[in-house]
């Protein structure tokens, strides 16, 4: 061994241990009932609306249970040193999670098999510690406590036998109702299971002894604990006395350094740990293979993505190493991001108010024996993961996305777990029995040493497993996605390798260390793969650290749209929401930090990593691929733990006799002694013994070094981080969990608040910065930052946000979602009183009068009638959905602040729902937060359209004619089809002498175009309609089609059905809705610019100039452009860049009419497509070219021949579109075809132009047309698909 001589003690950062700690029952105090417990009790009376003096019988003292199944206060008994500077001994913490149930007793027929359990401490600025607690039995010797048990007991057995005279059933614990209440002899048998005499039976209490450490050595503390046991209960009595023992181990172990082992000695046994080099996954000595025993691979992974997206967490189990194993095996698979919010695996009864907190949270509450879940309540459910660790169960939040390449991941971690004999399903009973009988099955199975069954230790992992039902789902899915399983190597567990060093430590404990890092290994593997390209996406801005904290609220420091749209189709869901948690922000902060200090070690040994892959790999890091690549590190990572184990790097001074008085702390067998305390305050002064004094120095160095990098950061730095760049989003550090008074509870609850006030302010103003942004570059301003992707993520972050300020001081729960139980139970209130007088909320008269009579009834602004619509969605099933799609509905309404105040303006409703101290009855927070919600209603919202989209909706049409140039009705039967994003309604048939229509079709979106006509019947078939309106009857957005034309025979340009495009109306308020759906005045129809330029109605209006005409041309082509330009969700309707009212289609219009003779001929009107009909006429009957074959001319003759085929086909159309409504169809046609640069110019030189253009026409320009086919020729490139309803009917 190298090393005999260990390092130095050094500086007491560098100890292993910082405490030893004593915990047990004061024979001085006697028997006290647990307050814990009292408040517990009372807390749990408070939650459900109980008396305190039901609190008070179900307190400590209570009759009911029996004296031995109660919890009694514990006490430090002794704890050594007695302080540190660096990490104070906080007592009430650490006797609270030494004995989070308090003291308990037993009799000589109980079990009383010693228990370990661990626990973690973390302190405000996030630094931890942990404790490692073994829990035994010691005999009572107090007379004093005897005597007050059998007191209790006769009390007890008193109440029991008045009870059972009362009432032919009794409350009883848990042993006592198992016995049959119908027997004559319950209360006989009661007393003889349940029951203490004084002269009869041995009384023992509950002790325990603990270590408190900077690093969870976990394996290695408990051995030493153990050992320590056995030492107290032997007979015969420890080499030396337990001083020296815990002496050596406060004050003579340091620390292993980073990379190396350590071989320290116990009272028995030497034992030895190891910490990872600068280079490996961080230090985890809890045994990962027990959390995925216990839960099993699927819902590993499952609550695995709960923890990724900062979801709340609860962990609950009877054992409370359970918890500890599950919390820190998770939390130790999140390499290299790490949980910001609450943390604390074991929950003490006193605490229970914090599964209240509206923050993410990582918690652990101990189940009571047989307690069914369903009594168990919960104060928000909305976003809960609620983990049963004890019934392998977990209840997932409502849509959780995705952990990208699941399937794959799951069979590589799979592949893993089955090399060390663990099923992937888990193993629900994972007791120590049955652990050792399965592995003494696999080793005789891989390593058959009798008769040589397996001559070959290649096996293939599903023939191990055939029957096993979670294997052949994941062989069947693997199979169905084409991928293959290869042959396993099933390294046998105990194989005497050909070696000739000796193991420094139990094989079991290798193999569970090899798991451990294979499995991490994975994990990791699987990040460095998904954010290898992350720090080119890192937006430095800050010039120098000061600043950039100054600022950090302000700046934006990662480009997310980018680093979205760069990565994967299938990654998107899970990606999109992970990259706005707390613990990436906080990665990303880490690597801004790091051009000013010392780089975080996470995010050293990431970049690293990162640094390795892309030497591996030679793909160009921008071609970002969904293909999952394999861990290539698990062989290597395996051995170099083995290496540390095999080759012990540095051996501590043994245990040696100390300066200790003669006579105290005696050896009594079964008794733990009472230490001196005079030799254990303090370390030794001498340093003699250990290496020479430079050497301490340069390892004292090391040890502060790999402190600072495994501890935390300099405390003043530290703190000024965690306050001012960790500040976004993060509510609430960890809770105190020594002072626990009433003022502390209302600071705590207060903190809730101020810091959901602050997350409601950064998230509305987040959402509108984004969006306003991308409002302003559709108008031209800047560049977008935000897509569709981000806009729903932010959007369902807002929904996550108001449940959890809805769950925050609930007096009573109802349904898993706060907000929606509290609607419902306005609801039932403005139902009961709707009967008796008219709703408030109803918005003014119900239909507003226009010039003409007809417009759209007012759509009443309605809490409960939105509701409402939400409870006939049959898709939505579940009380959160509601709520969300409520949200959702409301946002895109900009009503959710309106509707939200007039919720909360029922202060009776509020005061009995919910708690003094809760959000929603603090008035100024309360008012802020509305505020901000307010400030939505700036921009546009589609998220309840875009989401729902197979739903029902209602939508109510109205036709505006202009009654005093037409008829109000006509005799012919008109039709409508309307048109959206998402589909149309097909022709409906509108009824006769009526303009006014609701429907009900599947969602279509948001509304494009409708096409209107009629067959022409009748005496007064002509029809001058001014416009359409179309109005969703759910989310109140209303659509104007303007039209402004005739629709009938003989009159304007002879159509019988045009196709008219939508504008939606913003609706600011319903006072605006109501004056906008108005039918304009007489003098600005027709209301469509483009019209302006006919003269076919006055003649009169003022035409444009060229250069106007050469600059809209150019706007339509820019617009168009741009909108191929955005992603492909981002790019809104391509249909109104062509056919609206500045769109191409208009725009070429206006070239067309640009020099037009005269409109009307001999009273005749003349339009473009009377020139194009003339041009094709040309066309066809003249061969221009002759039999010139160059390259050219059969250029030109191709594009005549094409050009004729299309106007004949829009011609012959089975559609009565007229001669403005086939050119509109030609020039989308031309442009999806990228035909109109070759057209135009045939038109330009036609003979036909001379006869009906001006001179002074632009299409008579040369120089003009050049310049129009310059700017077309820039459409080329992008792939236009036009809407059905432009060119139904027409074939080419």
């Not at 105090?29 to 408070?46: C, F, I, K, R």
């Not at 340091?254 to 740990?273: H, M, Q, T």
């Not at 994972?430 to 008769?451: G, I, P, R, W």
């Amino acid at each position: 061994m190298s090393g005999s001589a260990a390092p130095g003690p050094g500086p007491a950062p560098c100890r292993f241990a910082h405490y030893f700690v004593l915990c047990g029952t004061d024979a001085d105090s006697g028997l006290e009932p647990d307050e814990l417990s009292v408040l517990y009790q009372w807390l749990e009376a408070d939650l459900h609306g109980k008396s305190s003096d039901t609190a008070n019988r179900t307190s400590g003292e209570n009759f009911d249970q029996s004296p031995l199944r109660r919890t009694f206060k514990s006490k430090v008994l002794a704890h050594y040193p007695q302080n540190i500077d660096w990490n104070p001994f906080d007592r009430d913490a650490v006797n609270m999670l030494c004995m989070p149930k308090g003291l308990s007793f037993r009799t000589q027929t109980d079990n009383r098999d010693p228990q370990f359990h661990s626990f973690i401490i973390t302190r405000e600025d996030g630094s931890r510690t942990y404790g490692f607690v073994l829990t035994f039995y010691e005999e009572v010797t107090s007379k004093q406590i005897c005597t007050a048990m059998q007191t209790l007991y006769q009390m007890h057995n008193a109440e029991q036998y008045s009870s059972v005279c009362a009432s032919s059933s009794c409350s009883m614990d848990s042993l006592a109702s198992s016995i049959d209440e119908g027997d004559a002899t319950s209360l006989a048998k009661l007393q003889q299971y349940n029951s203490y005499d004084i002269s009869r039976d041995t009384l023992y209490v509950s002790k325990c002894i603990c270590l408190i450490t900077p690093l969870p050595f976990m394996q290695a503390c408990k051995k030493f604990l153990i050992q320590l046991y056995k030492a107290v209960t032997s007979q015969q009595p420890p080499p030396l006395p337990l001083e020296s023992y815990i002496h050596n181990l406060l004050y003579e172990v340091p620390l292993p350094p980073p990379g190396r082992s350590l071989k320290f000695y116990g009272v028995y046994e030497p034992i030895v740990c190891q910490r990872p080099g600068p280079s490996e996954l961080p230090l985890s000595d809890y045994p990962l293979r027990e959390a995925f025993e216990l839960l099993g691979l699927e819902n590993l992974v499952q609550v695995f993505t709960c923890v990724l997206l900062e979801m709340q967490i609860l962990l609950y189990s009877q054992d409370y190493q359970r918890l500890m194993t599950v919390a820190e095996g998770i939390t130790t698979l999140l390499f290299p991001f790490q949980w910001q919010h609450v943390y604390v695996p074991i929950l003490p009864a006193s605490l229970l108010h914090f599964l209240d907190a509206p923050v993410p949270y990582l918690m652990g509450l101990q189940s009571k024996e047989g307690t069914d879940r369903s009594k168990l309540e919960l104060p928000q459910e909305a976003n809960l993961c609620f983990v049963d660790i004890d019934n392998h169960f977990i209840e997932l939040p409502e849509e959780l996305p995705q952990f990208p390449n699941k399937l794959e991941f799951i069979q590589e971690v799979s592949e893993v777990l089955l090399q060390f004999g663990i099923p992937p399903e888990g193993n629900l009973h994972c007791s120590e029995s049955a652990t050792k009988l399965k592995n003494l099955v696999l080793n005789d199975l891989v390593n058959d040493k009798k008769n040589g069954n397996i001559p070959s230790n290649t096996i293939h992992m599903y023939e191990l497993l055939k029957g096993n039902e979670t294997i052949a789902r994941l062989h069947a899915l693997a199979k169905r996605t084409g991928v293959t399983v290869e042959n396993i190597t099933l390294t046998a567990p105990m194989v005497e390798k050909e070696r000739n060093v000796k193991l420094q430590c139990e094989e079991e404990e290798l193999r569970n260390y090899k798991l451990n890092v294979q499995l991490r290994e994975v994990f990791a593997n699987c990040f460095t793969q998904m954010f290898a390209d992350y720090e080119a996406f890192v937006i430095q801005a800050a010039q120098d650290m000061e600043s950039w904290l100054t600022n950090r609220e302000q700046m934006q420091n990662f480009d997310k749209a980018s680093f979205l749209s760069d990565q994967p189709e299938p990654y998107l869901p899970f990606l999109s929401h992970f990259i706005e948690t707390q613990m990436f922000a906080t990665f990303i902060d880490n690597k801004i930090m790091s051009q000013w200090e010392e780089k975080d070690p996470f995010l050293r040994v990431f970049d690293s990593r990162i640094e390795k892959i892309k030497l591996y790999n030679v793909r160009a890091p921008a071609l970002r691929t969904s293909i999952y690549q394999k861990c290539r590190t698990l062989k290597e990572a395996a051995q170099s733990i083995e290496q540390r184990l095999t080759k012990i790097d540095h051996t501590a001074i043994r245990p040696h006799l100390l300066d200790m008085k003669i006579g105290q702390g005696k050896y009594e067998q079964g008794f733990f002694p009472k230490l001196q305390s005079d030799v254990l305050a303090t370390g030794p002064t001498n340093n003699n013994r250990w290496a020479s004094r430079s050497a301490t120095t340069q390892r004292r160095k090391d040890c502060f070094r790999q402190h600072s990098e495994h501890i935390g950061l300099d405390n003043d730095l530290r703190e000024k981080y965690m306050q001012e760049a960790r500040s976004l989003g993060k509510n609430l550090r960890q809770p105190k969990l020594s002072d626990l008074s009433p003022a502390v509870i209302a600071q705590t609850n207060w903190k809730f608040v101020e810091g959901l006030l602050k997350e409601c302010r950064m998230k509305t103003k987040r959402m509108l910065v984004e969006k306003m942004g991308h409002e302003a570059v559709e108008l031209g301003h800047g560049e977008a930052s935000i897509t569709g992707l981000e806009e729903n993520t932010l959007i369902a972050s807002l929904c996550d946000l108001l449940e959890r300020i809805w769950s925050h001081g609930l007096q009573v729960k109802q349904g898993k979602s706060a907000l929606w139980s509290h609607l419902l139970q306005y609801q039932e209130r403005e139902e009961r009183q709707e009967h008796m007088a008219e709703s408030p909320v109803a918005a003014g008269p119900e239909r507003r009068k226009s010039d003409t009579g007809i417009t759209l009834p007012t759509l009443r602004v309605s809490l409960t009638h939105d509701m409402r619509h939400i409870q006939n969605m049959s898709e939505i099933k579940s009380d959160v959905g509601r709520a969300r799609a409520w949200i959702r509905l409301s946002l895109e309404k900009k009503l959710l602040s309106q509707h939200l105040k007039q919720l909360l303006s029922n202060q009776a409703l509020a005061k009995k729902l919910y708690k003094r101290y809760a959000f929603l009855r603090c008035e100024e927070e309360r008012e802020q937060f509305l505020y901000h919600l307010l400030s939505l209603n700036a921009v546009d919202y589609f998220c309840f359209t875009s989401v729902f989209t197979t739903i029902m909706i209602p939508y109510r049409t109205v036709i505006i004619p202009i009654k005093k140039l037409s008829n109000a009705i006509t005799t012919s039967n008109p039709w409508i089809c309307v048109s959206g994003e998402l589909g149309d309604t097909g022709v409906m048939q509108i009824p006769k002498n009526h303009l006014e229509m609701t429907f009900e079709c599947q969602n279509l979106g948001k509304l494009t175009t409708v096409q209107i006509g009629h067959d022409n019947s009748g005496l007064l078939a002509k029809w001058l309609v001014d416009c359409v309106m179309v109005r969703n009857e759910i989310t109140g957005h209303t659509y104007k089609f303007p039209c402004g034309r005739w629709l009938g025979k003989g009159v304007d340009d002879g159509s019988l059905e045009r196709i008219l495009i939508g504008e939606l109306i913003s609706s600011t308020s319903d006072e605006d809705l109501g004056k906008q759906c108005r039918t304009p005045p007489q003098q600005k129809s027709p209301t469509t610019a483009r019209r302006l330029s006919i003269t076919s109605l006055t003649g009169k209006n003022t035409k444009p100039n060229a250069g106007q005409i050469q600059e809209g041309i150019g706007e339509a082509v820019n617009n168009i452009v741009k909108h191929f330009h955005k992603p492909e969700k981002e790019r809104g309707s391509l249909t109104i860049l062509l056919c609206g009212e500045n769109g191409l289609v208009a725009a070429l219009e206006q070239v067309f009419h640009h020099g037009f003779k005269s409109a009307r001929i001999f009273h005749k009107n003349v339009f473009i497509w009377d020139f194009i009909e003339k041009a094709v006429a040309y066309f066809e009957t003249t061969d221009q070219f002759g039999d010139n074959e160059e390259e050219d001319v059969l250029l030109q003759r191709s594009s005549c021949k094409t050009f004729c085929h299309y106007v004949n086909a829009v011609s012959t159309a089975p559609r009565n579109i007229g001669k403005d409504g086939k050119f509109q169809i030609l020039v989308c046609l031309g442009t999806r075809d990228h035909l109109l640069p070759q057209w135009i110019p045939l038109l330009a030189e036609c003979p036909a132009i001379t006869r009906m253009y001006e001179e002074n026409a632009l299409l008579r320009d040369r120089m003009t047309v050049n310049s129009l086919l310059r700017v077309l020729q820039t459409l080329q490139d992008f792939n236009i698909i036009l809407e059905g309803s432009l060119i139904k009917g027409v074939d080419v």
